[in-house]
C-alpha cells in the first residue's frame, strides 16, 4: 500500500502534462476483446495504469453484448 506522503511526491514529480494526461485518460472508456485471457488482463492492467477504464471482452458475442449496453470511446479488437 501507498500512503498519502508517498502519492503527493509522485504527483509532484509529474509534470504537468503527464498530470493533464492522465486526467483525460480517465475520462476514456475502453473495451480490450480477446480470447487469450493473459493477453487480456495483460493490456487491461497497462492501460488502467495509464488511467484508463477498462472492460474486457471473451469474444465477440460478448464484446457485442457489451457494446449494446455501453459506451465506448475505443474497442480493442485481437482479430486472428
Known amino acids: 500500500p501507498v500512503n498519502e506522503e508517498e502519492k503527493k511526491q509522485y504527483i509532484q514529480s509529474l509534470n504537468p502534462t503527464q ?5 483525460e485518460n480517465s475520462l476514456m472508456r475502453l473495451l480490450v476483446v480477446d480470447d487469450n485471457e493473459i493477453n487480456r488482463k495483460i493490456l487491461s492492467n497497462m492501460l488502467s ?11 465477440g458475442e ?19
Open 19 to 23: 498530470v493533464s494526461s492522465k486526467y
Open 49 to 59: 495504469r495509464e488511467g484508463y477504464k477498462c472492460e474486457t471482452a471473451n469474444d
Open 62 to 80: 460478448e464484446a457485442i453484448n457489451k457494446y449494446l449496453s455501453s459506451r465506448f470511446d475505443l474497442i480493442l479488437l485481437d482479430i486472428e
